[in-house]
């Protein structure tokens, strides 16, 4: 009897030193997984104050060694479907350009995308639904107002590893409450500014005036580029300096450093030779100077190239044999597959050249501020730009090419 009381004694003893010995394996096991994978995040706070959501995710594309092959969705937690959190990590913030809030996943049954997009009321003429992290907390609120829904004929774009054409884009339209004092988010700044990238729509003066008031923007950042072919390197210096210290010395920051600093030679298209699209030897920009050649700058990524493709279609029916039309791509290389992708499913029925290296230089060469860009080649050697998307720019070409069939 005494040996089964001190057997029992023992089993209880030898199972309370286990009940103790896995707790503390627990509590340790708990506090490593949390050292181990705890990473500083930045936090997107969005409350839409009229509208309840079951789902809404961040998308991106992360940029890797590979390129912008790896979509990447970040699902938003809420209780109560209005007000929602999005946990980023640095180390996705700091590789990408920004994110759009999706509220549902793409339906590759309908082709439709949903996302929000955003309204800034009377101060902006237009929506945004590109959000930029800047700050540690970046707070968004509004109101949904309206749905807006449109399917886009000849519009291509990247979704993970899919390449989507022809989409229809679904987008609750969100309108911001803003601060009169002081814009809190680039979103914000987006929307106050949108046309700040426009080369013709601010002098110097207003253009400083601008990144003063926010010289921790991001955005404002994000359109120095496109000064490149319009303005001289001493404006480009005086504006890249009125940004922060810290904006300046990001790696965004050091790449448009780098641009403003490094002298472009210069490229033009008279002589230059480049590769095809089926990767053969490279071919002559200008094949011809006995009848007038097209270029059209472009990408597989640039939605308005898209769009004007039936017009450059109905130019090439019309003109296909008195027109030499080509393509120049200014895809990087690991983004050619794509483009190659979209000319198979748009039929295209011209060349098509890529432009590689020589894509900075043909830009400075051109004065080519952004795409769709088209440059018409007189058979005499002088150069125009035509916007296909403008009738007056389509009737003058058609004047051309009819006058010189005449000849």
């Known amino acids: 009897m005494s040996l089964d009381l001190l057997s029992i ?19 340790v096991s708990c506090t490593r997984a949390t050292y181990l994978f705890r990473e500083s995040h930045a936090v997107l ?16 594309h992360v940029k890797n060694s590979l390129g912008y092959d790896n979509g990447l969705e970040i699902p938003g937690k809420s209780a109560d479907g209005f007000k929602w959190t999005f946990l980023v990590p640095d180390s996705v913030n700091q590789v990408v350009e920004g994110y759009y809030v999706r509220t549902q996943p793409f339906d590759y049954q ?22 930029l992290l800047r700050d540690k907390t970046t707070s968004i609120r509004g109101s949904y107002t309206h749905q807006i829904s449109n399917t886009h004929p000849g519009m291509g774009f990247l979704l993970v590893d899919t390449f989507i054409m022809n989409p229809t884009i679904t987008c609750d339209v969100i309108d911001l409450k ?3 004092k002081k814009c809190k988010s680039e979103l914000e700044i987006a929307l106050t500014y949108p046309y700040f990238k426009d080369t013709a729509r601010y002098t110097l003066s207003e253009r400083l005036d601008v990144i003063r008031k926010y010289p921790y923007s991001t955005y404002l950042l994000a359109a120095m580029p496109s000064f490149l072919n319009v303005s001289d390197r001493k404006t480009l210096r005086v504006l890249f300096n009125s940004f922060s210290d810290e904006i300046r010395n990001s790696q965004q920051g050091q790449d448009i450093s780098n641009l403003i600093n490094v002298e472009i030679e210069p490229v033009s298209v008279d002589t230059l030779k480049l590769m095809g699209a089926e990767g053969n030897l490279p071919e002559s920009v200008i094949r011809t100077h006995s009848k007038y050649t097209l270029i059209i700058f472009s990408a597989s990524w640039c939605s308005p190239c898209h769009k004007q493709i039936p017009l450059l279609k109905e130019v090439y029916n019309d003109f296909g044999s008195r027109l030499d039309m080509v393509y120049i791509s200014t895809d990087q290389e690991k983004e050619e597959k794509y483009w190659n992708r979209m000319l198979e499913n748009e039929e295209i029925p011209w060349r098509s050249l890529f432009a590689r290296d020589y894509r900075k230089g043909l830009f400075q060469y051109y004065s080519i501020g952004g795409i769709p860009y088209s440059l018409l080649v007189h ?18 070409l058609y004047k051309l090419l009819n006058e010189g069939n005449r000849i």
């Open 45 to 60: 706070e969005l409350k839409i104050e009229n509208k309840k959501y079951d789902h809404l995710s961040l998308f991106t």
């Open 9 to 27: 004694k023992k089993k209880k003893r030898i199972l309370l030193l286990l009940v103790v010995l896995g707790g503390i394996l627990s509590l």
């Open 110 to 131: 309908r082709n439709e995308e949903k996302t929000l997009t955003f309204s800034a009321g009377k101060v902006s003429d237009r929506t945004s639904n590109m959000i």
């Open 379 to 396: 058979p005499d050697g002088t150069t125009e730009s035509i916007d296909i998307r403008k009738q007056s720019d389509r009737s003058r």
């Open 178 to 180: 803003l601060d009169n």
